[in-house]
């Protein structure tokens, strides 16, 4: 079994491993808000409110299409760390470059669609005059660099997939670090108000991805592809049907949110603000249960690309063992704490009595959630993109005919038991597929196993001749 994977017969090896993956995943998560905060605090210190709100809903609309590309880092990691796990340093390579490519022509067209984009965009969300302003021109400065910032999405999921997850924690405390200063520099040094905390953002993305090439360079030993490989039809094609599943797949995930969203508003402004309020304990668990996603993507894919059905099922086990243990403590910090979170997020008592009745479902969320984060790592590390995009399809269906159903009978408690089956069917979808994957992994290595035989066999007897 290669270096990277643990001996299937060392548990203990394989709790390290997850640990070792899973950990600075969690922290990097972490330090994502503080680009927000940053941004926030320093708007929140211009002279009118209309300079935070503009930032707010400019950074509401880049994240939103920006997430919509985080396909690049999920179908970057699946088939790195299976190129990895096979030892084809060949192929790994040629990965990157072609992602790296696909990026950055995503980026050049997000560019060339700016002002369609932004004055859309921008529209749809609303706000006075003023706001709007400040929001472009927050959004215009910082979308300028979007290649970089798609780039550096490719960038954390070829770290993931060769398992460099220290580095990739340390690339992202860069760009925080570079934001910070970007955003000081700018607005007091340079007087550039909003535009100037936009330019900060952006500045932080092409610095982070200028720093992470000649990482990714010594990272990778050997000769780069040529033009002619890197273009070859099938693989490209492989790349962008990859790429065009988790599409789908994020894209569904994105209307059951904001599905939710709407039909929460439709009860009132009360129960808008406290779903709102209590959707970010989702979040907040989505922090926890998304690194060791991120360590079953790289542990499953780097088994599957080495044959080793063993060792795959090795992964779902021990990943989930991780997984389920973090989503208890959620749930545990909730039903003790939660009270408290909800009154040191709002001190609106309407909102805040309304985010208290309906508390329970997020205290029972991490228990139904786990099943799905885990096994998308699974299947995104197994580049399993089709069953992943038709778990999605089928599980958004479940929801969009709960949610006819169950608020208009139960309410509020109906619009989040629909939410709750959104959850639960994103889990069991991906399970009832898990066997299939597991007969292919191990069909696989015996085909390698039988053509190895067959080739020993024939060196022997040209010995022997």
């Known amino acids: 079994m290669p270096a990277f994977l643990p001996a299937v017969s060392d548990s203990a090896a394989w709790h390290r491993r997850v640990l070792y993956l899973a950990v600075p995943v969690v922290l990097a998560n972490l330090t994502q808000p503080l680009l927000s905060a940053v941004d926030t605090s320093v708007a929140g210190h211009l002279p009118d409110p209309a300079y935070l709100g503009g930032v707010a809903l400019g950074g509401l609309l880049l994240n939103f299409v920006f997430w919509g590309f985080g396909f690049l880092r999920m179908g970057t990691t699946g088939l790195v760390a299976q190129a990895h796990g096979a030892g084809d340093g060949d192929v790994l390579r040629a990965t990157l470059v072609r992602a790296l490519l696909l990026a950055f022509g995503l980026g050049g067209c997000l560019l060339l669609l700016k002002p369609l984009l932004l004055g859309l965009g921008l529209a749809a969300l609303g706000g006075s005059a003023e706001v709007q302003a400040h929001a472009a021109a927050y959004a215009g400065a910082r979308i300028w660099a979007a290649p970089f910032a798609l780039g550096n999405y490719v960038v954390l999921g070829f770290l993931l997939g060769i398992q460099r997850v220290r580095l990739a924690l340390a690339l992202q405390i860069w760009i925080n670090l570079v934001n910070a200063l970007a955003v000081w520099a700018y607005v007091y040094g340079l007087n550039a108000g909003v535009a100037g905390i936009g330019a900060a953002t952006a500045t932080a993305d092409v610095l982070g991805f200028v720093v992470a ?188 005919l709960a949610i006819q159903v169950l608020p208009p009978m139960l309410g509020n408690d109906g619009l989040w038991l629909a939410f709750m089956i959104l959850m639960m069917l994103r889990g069991i979808t991906l399970a009832l597929a898990l066997p299939a994957l597991l007969r292919a992994t191990e069909a696989a290595g015996s085909a390698r196993q039988d053509d190895r035989r067959y080739f020993n066999g024939r060196a022997r007897n040209a010995g022997r001749e």
Not at 213 to 231: D, K, M, N, Q
Not at 328 to 353: H, K, M, W
């Open 213 to 400: 090439v000649p990482l990714l360079y010594r990272s990778v030993r050997g000769a780069w592809p040529s033009w002619r490989i890197v273009t070859e039809r099938a693989a490209l094609w492989r790349l962008v049907a990859i790429n065009r599943d988790l599409f789908i797949r994020t894209i569904c995930l994105l209307l059951g949110f904001a599905w939710f969203a709407r039909a929460g508003a439709s009860q009132g402004d009360a129960i808008l603000a406290a779903n709102a309020l209590l959707l970010n304990f989702q979040t907040f668990m989505a922090y926890g249960l998304d690194g060791f996603a991120h360590a079953a993507e790289a542990l499953a894919g780097t088994a599957v690309g080495a044959r080793r059905r063993d060792a795959l099922w090795q992964t779902v086990k021990v990943t989930l063992c991780w997984s389920l243990g973090v989503a208890v403590l959620f749930s545990l910090a909730y039903l003790q704490f939660g009270p408290a979170i909800v009154s040191l997020l709002t001190d609106q008592p309407s909102v805040r009595e309304a985010a208290l009745r309906y508390l329970p479902w997020v205290v029972l969320a991490p228990l139904l959630s786990v099943w799905g984060f885990l096994f998308d790592g699974i299947f995104i590390g197994a580049t399993r993109t089709g069953a992943l995009m038709r778990g999605m399809l089928l599980s958004l269906a479940g929801f969009a």
